[in-house]
């Protein structure tokens, strides 16, 4: 049987970096092929170039058997290569049928547009993935996961042969995941070629048939992952062998409450919450999507406004309206989207280090001592291991490990006491997460306090000294560390109605 | 070939000048403006004579001080509308004080200045405080200035014969004082002086810094636990502010302030801007660009006078140059991704 698409000896430049060295790789029809290794190791770069995005400096890419050339986005299309990106590309103002058919609307006459037929192409599309959604909807109004499934059938509407999905889990919860599986296997057996990039360990054994790991730009190594144990693939991607460690909770009966926080409430989205937090602790908030953990962290950054609420740092209430209020309280927010929250991606490591502790490196005049944040830019891409041609690098042009830390150490370098991260690890390889962790476990053996939130419960786990739950804008509860998987989830799905029985 | 290698190795050196980039447009704009002298000299005879070099740089002076003031708002990601009447509307006032209220020079200068500054204020607090989008919030201060300068001097314009060595601002040579060969007039003195500040605070202080930083992730910069909105206010004050000096340079220039004049000059220093390379979507841009593009606007419509083409052509000609301007960054930029 010939391969549905084979790459072979890819190699791609950019300046600076050598993204791709001569890689390989083939999808079978029918398969689900898992693309693994750490951010930065080129997988995205090489389903770009496989999808006409980027176009490779060497190799060759065969479609059946047959060398091709993909110019353009629309020429992969054209030869049934279709992807779904990790940021979804839809026009959020159109509705789901208008973007499934964005640039290809059946027309009638004198460029009138043919909604009804457009509609029931849509509605066939929907019927076959066996999916109920809305054609008429505005795609801005759905959840993130029913987004991905507009962009499936986006890309089916295409009749592709080859699907490239780029981490499609990482905004899904777990029924939402289950969901896109069972389509994953319906397109498996009508004989679509799923190129599947994922972090997620568990989910690669249970969706697909082979692994290939890349690494540093490097192709390491194709195994099937249902033979193959986690461990192996692990090292195969960070390049050496990593062990689990148990979180160590420490005793901090004598220590100082950093943060306390009572009676905060916002609309249906924050029920009167409380909680306080140590020096040296780090606190867990753990819970399903839209339990209100984020917004919780933007309300105590002052990011959004409190109907009522009082928060108080190392025993003084503090009043804070605005982010600025908070920071110079000293808490610090790691917004869950770094990209539009967390960074100025068009400037360089330095300027974005330097962000929130600007006025400290400048004069009386404003100006900025700049050959001081060379100096403290230098040191922080040694100590937290940011890898960067230099400080001068826009961050844009980092992988997503690298740009976390890149906020991580701005705000080590505006010295909040108190630091909150909100999905610290997401779009973080296995290797960069681990260092994360021990810069986290790092942070509160100095006496930081730090809130971790995160939608994966085993790093909820790994990391918390005491793990808060959260449901449906209300805290549920508050857990021991090591507390079971099993209670947390009881906490996390405690309704309103039930607690109030 | 060669010209990717020289700018990807002067990105590293001037990376901290220009945060942002921009260096090959730069080189393009400049590349541009030397040809057009080039070309200009070999065609006329009368070009590249001393005195008309001179009216050339006495003419980008007013254009060049608005787009150096404009630069820094566009950087920021924002847009101000209103420069041309506010320049105007500081005139006025330089008038009201000097003319009207018979004070010395100086305050006539505190008075564009303050001016400036203080319409330059009322727009960022529009902009940041009230969230209404720059470029209707400041529409709305073009008019209001417009109909302002009008309603104050009563449609006639305010002349400056009472107060001596007002014309000296923008016309008079302090160089030509200590070098009688260079006649460097002092409106483009004021102009180099205006634009090395700019261009100092952008590359080296807080608020260049923050000016980039707003214009690349304003929320981000926010989240940082800047206070945005004081910044962004403080920006569109400074650019107010210089607004104040076109305005005295211009006054200096006609002897006068004139009510009715300012519509159209806030879309020249836009268009310098832009051909200069600063991006309209923010974070990237520089001074030096600015001082580039509005050279070459002068040079074009001196050029093309002194070629005795009819002006009418000059403005479809500068229209043609800001297309290919921002064309050619778009092919850098495609090429660059």
């Not at chain 1, 249906?268 to 009167?272: G, I, P, Q, S």
């Not at chain 2, 014969?161 to 008079?172: L, M, V, W």
């Given at each position: 049987m010939t391969d549905l698409v084979r790459m072979e000896a890819i190699d791609k430049h950019f300046p600076g970096v050598h993204?791709?060295?001569?890689v390989g790789f083939d999808l079978r029809a029918g398969e689900v092929h898992a693309l693994m290794g750490?951010?930065?190791?080129?997988k995205s770069t090489l389903m770009k170039i496989l999808s006409g995005v980027y176009h490779p400096d060497g190799g060759r890419i065969l479609v059946e058997g047959q060398e091709v050339t993909l110019p353009t986005p629309r020429a992969a299309q054209a030869l049934g290569l279709g992807i779904i990106h990790q940021e979804l590309a839809l026009m959020?103002?159109?509705t789901v049928a208008q973007n499934i058919f964005i640039g290809r609307e059946p027309r009638l006459t004198f460029?009138?547009?043919d909604e009804a037929k457009l509609n029931a192409d849509a509605a066939a599309i929907f019927a076959g993935m066996n999916i109920a959604i809305d054609?008429?909807?505005?795609?801005?109004?759905?959840?993130i996961a029913k987004q991905q499934m507009v962009e499936i059938a986006k890309a089916l509407s295409y009749r592709s042969r080859v699907l490239i999905m780029d981490?499609?889990?990482?905004?899904?919860?777990d029924a939402e995941i289950a969901e896109l599986f069972t389509i994953i296997r319906r397109l498996k057996a009508e004989g679509v070629g799923i190129v599947y990039i994922s972090h997620k360990m568990d989910e690669i054994k249970r969706i697909s048939d082979r692994v290939t790991v890349m690494r540093d730009g490097a192709y390491v190594g194709t195994v099937q992952?249902?033979?193959?144990p986690i461990s192996k693939i692990i090292s195969m991607m960070v390049g050496r062998e990593l062990q689990d460690e148990a979180v160590v909770i420490p005793d901090l009966s004598a220590a100082e409450t950093a943060l306390e926080v009572h009676g905060i409430r916002r609309g249906?989205?924050?029920?009167?919450i409380g909680f306080s937090l140590k020096k040296g602790e780090i606190l867990g908030f753990a819970g399903?999507?839209?339990?209100g953990r984020t917004e919780l962290a933007r309300a105590i950054f002052g990011a959004e406004p409190i109907d009522a609420g009082e928060i108080l740092v190392r025993g003084k209430p503090v009043r804070i309206a605005s982010p600025a209020d908070a920071v110079k309280a000293g808490i610090g927010y790691l917004s869950e989207d770094r990209k539009h929250f967390g960074?100025?991606?068009?400037?360089?490591v330095r300027a974005n280090i330097a962000m929130a502790s600007l006025p400290r490196y400048?004069?009386?005049?404003?100006?900025?001592?700049e050959p001081a944040l060379e100096r403290i830019a230098e040191d922080f891409i040694a100590k937290l291991n940011?890898?960067?041609?230099?400080?001068?690098?826009?961050?844009?042009?980092?992988s997503g490990g690298n740009q976390q830390k890149v906020v991580i150490a701005k705000w080590l370098l505006r010295d909040c006491d108190v630091l909150i991260f909100d999905e610290?690890?997401?779009?973080?390889d296995v290797g960069a997460k681990a260092e994360i962790y021990r810069l986290l476990n790092e942070l509160a053996a100095q006496g930081k306090a730090i809130i971790v939130i995160s939608s994966e419960l085993p790093e909820v786990l790994r990391l918390s000294h005491r793990i808060a739950v959260m449901c449906e804008g209300r805290l549920t509860g508050i857990l021991p560390g090591g507390a079971a998987q099993e209670d947390i989830m009881a906490l996390a799905t405690q309704r309103e109605s039930k607690a109030a029985a | 070939m060669a010209s990717t290698d020289i700018s990807a190795k002067g990105k590293t050196i001037s990376a901290r000048l220009?945060?942002?980039?921009?260096a090959q447009q730069k080189l393009l704009a400049f590349a541009s403006l030397i040809v057009l002298v080039i070309g200009f000299s070999l065609a006329s005879?009368?070009?590249?004579q001393v005195s008309n070099i001179m009216a050339i740089l006495q003419a980008t002076s007013v254009n060049g001080v608005l787009a150096v003031g404009v630069t820094l708002i566009i950087i920021t990601g924002g847009i101000d509308l209103s420069i041309g009447t506010l320049m105007t509307f500081c005139a006025v006032m330089t008038g009201v004080v000097?003319?009207?209220?018979?004070?010395?020079?100086p305050f006539g200068v505190l008075a564009a200045l303050g001016t400036g500054a203080a319409c330059g204020l009322v727009s960022g607090s529009l902009v940041?405080?009230?969230?209404?989008p720059p470029f209707i919030a400041t529409l709305g201060m073009m008019l209001v200035l417009k109909g302002m300068s009008l309603i104050v001097t009563g449609t006639k314009p305010i002349y400056f014969?009472?107060?001596?060595?007002?014309?000296?601002?923008?016309?008079?040579s302090l160089i030509g004082q200590i070098v009688p060969a260079f006649p460097v007039p002092n409106g483009v003195l004021v102009l180099f002086i205006v634009a090395g500040a700019a261009a100092w605070t952008l590359g080296r202080t807080v608020l260049g810094r923050y000016t980039f930083a707003l214009g690349s992730n304003e929320e981000a910069v926010r989240l940082s636990g800047v206070n945005t909105d004081f910044w962004k206010i403080a920006i569109y004050t400074l650019s107010g502010a210089i607004c104040g000096i076109a305005g005295l340079l211009i006054a200096s220039r006609l002897n006068?302030?004139?009510?009715?004049?300012?519509?159209?000059y806030e879309l020249e220093a836009i268009a310098a801007v832009v051909i200069g390379g600063?991006?309209?979507?923010?974070g990237r841009g520089t001074i030096l660009g600015t001082l580039i593009g509005a050279l070459i606007m002068s040079v074009l419509t001196n050029g093309l006078r002194v070629l005795s083409v009819a002006p009418e052509w000059q403005t479809v000609v500068t229209g043609v140059i800001i297309i290919f301007a921002v064309y050619a960054d778009q092919m850098r930029r495609r090429g660059k991704a």
């Open positions: 993204a791709l060295k001569s750490e951010n930065g190791a080129g959020r103002d159109l460029g009138r547009l054609l008429r909807t505005v795609v801005g109004g759905l959840t981490e499609p889990t990482a905004a899904l919860n992952a249902e033979e193959t249906k989205e924050l029920k009167d399903l999507m839209g339990a960074l100025a991606l068009g400037m360089d400048a004069d009386a005049i404003g100006r900025i001592d940011i890898r960067t041609p230099g400080d001068g690098q826009e961050v844009r042009l980092l610290p690890t997401r779009g973080i | 220009t945060p942002s980039g921009g005879p009368n070009f590249f000097l003319t009207w209220g018979g004070l010395p020079l940041a405080r009230m969230r209404i014969n009472d107060t001596p060595g007002f014309t000296t601002i923008a016309q008079g006068s302030a004139q009510p009715a004049l300012g519509l159209g600063t991006s309209l979507s923010g």
